[in-house]
């Protein structure tokens, strides 16, 4: 069988819509598709947690337009940010991308300060203030400036990159690719 016809075959998947651009309250749940019962935030963005329950990872997939949606939906979700084992970003666009920095340190806190007694190795200091990392697979597309033009010709730009240095900074392992993962 090849590679790609067995790419991504999973079993027990759910997704939860965490950010979209629209919140319809009087929408019922179905068989298929539950409503969470709760009032989310809706913007100019998208986000998704997609959990591979037989694997036992979750997925962040974007991350929404604003760093104010996201973090308020997971809350009234009850979703704990530390409970998202790798992140997926489609493409670079700020509607996104937006909350990705608030996500990471969510993710990745950043160690707290302990005192380190006299015969403490710097290997041992090291290990002991590494933070968490978390996997971010993107397109290599997804870090490039972007321009639109318009249907007059007109171009509007540059849109500039997500700070990919930043999101390092943060806990990101960024891996790019054009490939299945």
């Known amino acids: 069988m090849a590679r790609s016809e067995r790419f991504g075959e999973t079993q027990d998947v759910a997704i939860t819509i965490l950010v979209d651009n629209r919140a319809d309250l009087l929408v019922r749940s179905t068989e298929a598709v539950k409503y969470a019962g709760v009032s989310l935030l809706a913007e100019h963005g ?3 947690l997609v959990d591979l329950k037989a694997q036992g990872v ?15 939906n997971l809350q009234r979700l009850e979703i704990g940010p530390r409970t998202i084992d790798k992140i997926a970003l489609s493409h670079g666009h700020h509607d996104h991308t937006g909350a990705m920095a ?9 160690p707290a300060t302990r005192e380190w007694p ?3 190795t710097m290997e041992e200091m090291e290990r002991g203030v590494a933070g968490r990392r978390v996997p971010l697979v993107a397109h290599p597309a997804a870090f490039r400036e972007r321009w639109h033009i318009r249907q007059d010709g007109t ?7 997500p700070p990919g240095a930043e999101w390092r900074a943060l ?7 054009d490939e299945p993962v």
Do not use: E, H, K
């Not at 806990?171 to 690719?177: F, K």
């Open 46 to 48: 998208f986000s998704a």
């Open 58 to 72: 979750r997925i962040l997939w974007d991350a929404g337009g604003s760093a104010v949606a996201l973090p308020y």
């Open 102 to 110: 608030a996500m990471l340190r969510a993710i990745c806190p950043a």
């Open 118 to 120: 006299p015969a403490a």
């Open 155 to 161: 171009r509007v730009g540059p849109t500039l990159p």
């Open 171 to 177: 806990g990101a392992d960024i891996m790019l690719t």
